[in-house]
C-alpha cells in the first residue's frame, strides 16, 4: 500500500515507519521542514490545509502527530498547544482529505485512552463513555475533528492508545536509570490503573487497523491485562532484580507538576482492546511481567 504518515519522527511514529517499510508497503512522511526528497511532503498545519492533490496518490492516512503531554508542566499554553496540535492538525489534514477526488480508503488517527479520564477498576471497551478533565476533552475533540473525513466517505480508525513500553523511548525509558538505582516505587496511592501496550505490539495494531477493512471508528490499543500502578512498579523492580517501595505522595506529584499529576500520574483508567480481541488480534506481549523481561534482556534491549 501506499501510506502518508504524520509524526513519523516520534518514538512511536518511527517504529510505525520502519514496520510498514519492513512489510513493502510505500511510505511517505508529512513533515514540518521542507521536504528533503520524494519520500517527503512540507506541511505545516497550523498555517493552511495540506494541498489536497497530494494526498490522492495514497491508499492509506495515519496521523500521529502532536504537542507532547508529559514533556513540560501544563501552563496555560501548553495546554492550549496539546489541544490545538491535535484538534485543528486533524481538522485540517480531514479539510484536505474531503476534497479530494480519488480518497485514501482509511485515516487512522492517533487518540489515548485519556478520553475516558479517571475510572477507577471500571472495565471500560470502545463503546464506554467520555470521562471528565482535559486529557478526555482533548481526546474527544481530537476524535470528532476526523468526522469530516468519515462524512466524505473515509474509513476512519481512532486508535486510543495506552501506555506505550519500550526501552528506546517513552514512560519506561525514564523510569529504568531510577528503578536501577534501587529507587523507584509506587505513585500516590498505586491504585489507578495503567493500560500499557508494547512498541512492538503497537505497531503491529496499526498494521492491522490499516489493512482490515472491518475495523472502524475507536479501537482501545492496549494490552488485554491492564495493571495498577503499584503492581506495574513492583513488577518493574522484579525484573529489574530491585527493590520498588519508594512511594512518591500524591503531595509531592502535585507540587512539581501541577494538574498534569492528577490527569497523568495519579489517575487511571483500565481499558481492554475489545474490538482488537473480536477479530482475533493476537498480541505478542499479553502480559506485564514477560513483556518487561522480554524488553530488558541483554539481547533485546534495543527493541
Given at each position: 500500500m501506499r501510506i502518508l504518515i504524520s509524526g513519523s519522527s516520534g518514538f512511536v511514529g518511527s517504529a510505525v515507519v520502519d514496520f510498514l517499510t519492513s512489510q513493502a508497503h510505500q511510505v511517505t512522511r508529512l513533515v514540518r521542514r521542507a521536504a528533503r526528497d520524494a519520500t517527503e511532503i512540507a506541511w505545516h498545519p497550523e498555517q493552511q490545509p495540506l494541498d489536497a492533490d497530494r494526498l490522492e496518490e495514497f491508499d492509506a492516512v495515519i496521523h500521529l502527530a502532536g504537542e507532547g503531554i508529559s514533556d513540560a508542566r501544563w501552563s496555560t499554553a501548553k495546554k492550549a498547544r496539546i489541544r490545538d496540535s491535535r484538534v485543528q492538525g486533524n481538522q485540517r489534514l480531514c479539510q484536505s482529505l474531503a476534497r479530494t477526488t480519488r480518497r485514501p480508503k482509511v485515516l487512522v488517527s492517533a487518540s489515548a485512552i485519556g478520553f475516558y479520564g479517571n475510572r477507577g477498576g471500571e472495565l471500560l471497551d470502545e463503546d464506554s463513555p467520555p470521562g471528565a478533565g482535559f486529557l478526555a476533552d482533548v481526546c474527544r475533540q481530537w476524535e470528532a475533528a476526523a468526522q469530516l473525513a468519515a462524512e466524505a466517505g473515509l474509513r476512519v480508525v481512532w486508535l486510543r492508545i495506552g501506555l506505550v513500553l519500550s526501552p528506546r523511548g517513552g514512560v519506561l525509558a525514564k523510569l529504568l536509570p531510577?528503578?536501577?538505582?534501587?529507587?523507584?516505587?509506587?505513585?500516590?496511592?498505586?491504585?489507578?490503573?495503567?493500560?500499557?501496550?508494547?512498541?512492538?505490539?503497537?505497531?503491529?495494531?496499526?498494521?492491522?487497523?490499516?489493512?482490515?477493512?472491518?475495523?472502524?471508528?475507536?479501537?482501545?490499543?492496549?494490552?488485554?491485562?491492564?495493571v495498577?500502578?503499584?503492581?506495574?512498579?513492583?513488577?518493574?523492580?522484579?525484573?529489574?532484580?530491585?527493590?520498588?517501595?519508594?512511594?512518591?505522595?500524591?503531595?509531592?506529584?502535585?507540587?512539581?507538576?501541577?494538574?498534569?499529576?492528577?490527569?497523568?500520574?495519579?489517575?487511571?483508567?483500565?481499558?481492554?482492546?475489545?474490538?482488537?480481541?473480536?477479530?482475533?488480534?493476537?498480541?505478542?506481549?499479553?502480559?506485564?511481567?514477560?513483556?518487561?523481561?522480554?524488553l530488558l534482556a541483554p539481547s533485546t534491549a534495543g527493541t
Open positions: 531510577i528503578f536501577r538505582l534501587g529507587l523507584g516505587g509506587p505513585l500516590g496511592s498505586g491504585r489507578q490503573y495503567m493500560s500499557w501496550i508494547t512498541l512492538d505490539d503497537l505497531v503491529r495494531v496499526v498494521a492491522c487497523v490499516v489493512g482490515d477493512e472491518t475495523l472502524q471508528g475507536p479501537v482501545n490499543a492496549v494490552s488485554p491485562a491492564a495498577t500502578n503499584r503492581q506495574f512498579t513492583r513488577t518493574l523492580g522484579r525484573v529489574l532484580t530491585r527493590p520498588a517501595f519508594f512511594r512518591v505522595p500524591a503531595f509531592l506529584l502535585r507540587a512539581a507538576a501541577g494538574q498534569m499529576a492528577d490527569e497523568l500520574f495519579l489517575s487511571g483508567a483500565q481499558a481492554v482492546p475489545r474490538r482488537l480481541v473480536d477479530r482475533g488480534f493476537v498480541f505478542h506481549d499479553p502480559e506485564l511481567r514477560p513483556a518487561l523481561q522480554r
